[in-house]
């Protein structure tokens, strides 16, 4: 396997979860390749410029601590992150929960796709409650 990939795709992934957690809209977008997209369980898919700032606005505050950071043994531009997302909503309703991204990176390491996993189910009401006011 490429060593330097696999360093890469780390930096890139640890880069991504520092932004997101700053809330950092600019920052984060900057890691994607200019028709990267976002797969989200609530948002639906949507190009990274048009998810982040959605994403924001609903959110007051959020933690994130990493869990665990997975490669595949195939192809090191494919990653995935474990990490635990304590989110409070534009509206104050707090939330944690597990998540896992999984991203596919291209040969320089920006992000070409990333596909959020997690149980919606127990804050779909709350996130709906909040997106029917905005």
């Known amino acids: 396997m490429d060593d330097h990939a696999v360093l890469r795709a780390r930096a890139t992934v640890e880069r991504y979860l520092e ?3 700053e809330a950092d809209v600019d920052g984060v977008i900057a890691l994607f390749t200019a028709d990267g997209t ?3 369980p ?3 898919t949507l190009p990274a ?3 982040y700032p959605k994403l924001v606005a609903d959110t007051q505050r959020s933690e994130i601590v990493q869990e665990d950071l997975f490669v595949s043994v195939h192809d090191p531009r494919r990653v995935a992150v474990q990490f635990r997302f304590g989110w409070t ?3 104050g ?3 944690s929960f597990d998540c896992v991204d999984a991203i596919e990176l291209d040969d320089v390491g920006r992000i070409v796709q990333l596909r959020i996993i ?3 189910h127990p804050l779909r009401a709350a ?3 909040i997106r029917s006011t905005t």
Do not use: E, H, I
């Open 93 to 95: 309703t707090k939330t």
């Open 118 to 120: 997690y149980d919606t």
């Open 38 to 40: 976002v797969v989200s």
């Open 89 to 91: 909503m534009s509206d």
């Open 127 to 129: 996130w709906a409650a």
């Open 42 to 44: 609530l948002y639906g």
């Open 19 to 21: 932004l997101l957690a």
């Open 49 to 51: 410029a048009r998810f």
